[in-house]
């Protein structure tokens, strides 16, 4: 079964660094998309990019992040300057247009900010 | 927006009992899906039941869309089945992002 996959799985940065956070979509699928969950609490929507470009994004999605489609591949999310509260698991997810068969996540990536 | 509510938000039985984690939903979506968080964080996708009925194993959902809540039910409960099940609904106004609900925490004993 085709799987979306992020890299890495936990990730350690200093406050005020740069990370960049990687998925790899499933192959025929067109929309992806951002989610975070800080711990113990619910799955939050950060984005939706779309033939290269941001579809939607949330209240949370503001100057700190950027996402990019660097290749026919990849799919990237970048938090400058992280904060504390920036610490949670990202995850990826992808879809076929119209989300006939719904969103695939990946497993997630933990960051944890010190 | 739309409310997303799940119930018990906790759960606790034996192994080998049955289960039923409802959701439920202020308004009309386009797509509801059911996950499952295993203890090491990852999403597990159960079941896409925007509507009707689905069964996978000893697992089961039904969604009946025209009166806004989806069921899941887990039979013959393992301890494997621990940890946390979410539903997530697509707004019927919005392609693009699946709003959560606070999820059920399930532990199952040996």
């Known amino acids: 079964e085709p799987e979306v996959t992020q890299t890495p799985s936990h990730q350690v940065t200093q406050m005020g660094q740069e990370v960049i956070l990687r998925c790899v979509p499933i192959?025929?699928?067109?929309?992806f998309y951002w989610y975070r969950q800080i711990l113990g609490q619910k799955v939050e929507f950060l984005v939706s990019?779309?033939?290269?470009?941001?579809?939607?994004k949330s209240e949370i999605f503001d100057d700190q992040f950027s996402v990019e489609r660097p290749d026919g591949s990849n799919f990237t999310l970048k938090i400058r300057s992280t904060k504390l509260e920036d610490s949670a698991m990202y995850f990826c997810?992808?879809?076929?247009?119209?989300?006939?068969?719904?969103?695939?996540f990946g497993s997630g990536t933990r960051l944890t900010v010190v | 927006g739309i409310q997303v509510e799940q119930s018990p938000p906790d759960l606790i039985l034996q192994e080998g009992a049955n289960s039923t984690l409802r959701c439920n939903f202020s308004?009309?979506?386009?797509?509801l899906q059911w996950f499952h968080q295993n203890p090491w964080g990852q999403l597990i996708n159960l079941f896409y039941i925007p509507s009707g009925t689905k069964q996978n194993g000893r697992l089961s959902a039904t969604t009946v869309a025209t009166e806004r809540y989806s069921l899941l039910y887990i039979s013959s409960s393992q301890t494997t089945d621990s940890g946390v099940y979410f539903c997530?609904?697509?707004?019927?106004?919005?392609?693009?992002?699946?709003?959560w609900g606070a999820g059920t925490k399930l532990i199952i004993k040996p």
């Open positions: 308004d009309s979506v386009n797509n």
């Open positions: 997810a992808s879809s076929v247009p119209g989300q006939i068969y719904g969103y695939t």
């Open positions: 990019f779309y033939n290269n470009e941001i579809s939607e």
């Open positions: 192959s025929n699928h067109l929309y």
């Open positions: 997530a609904v697509e707004r019927l106004d919005s392609n693009y992002q699946l709003i």
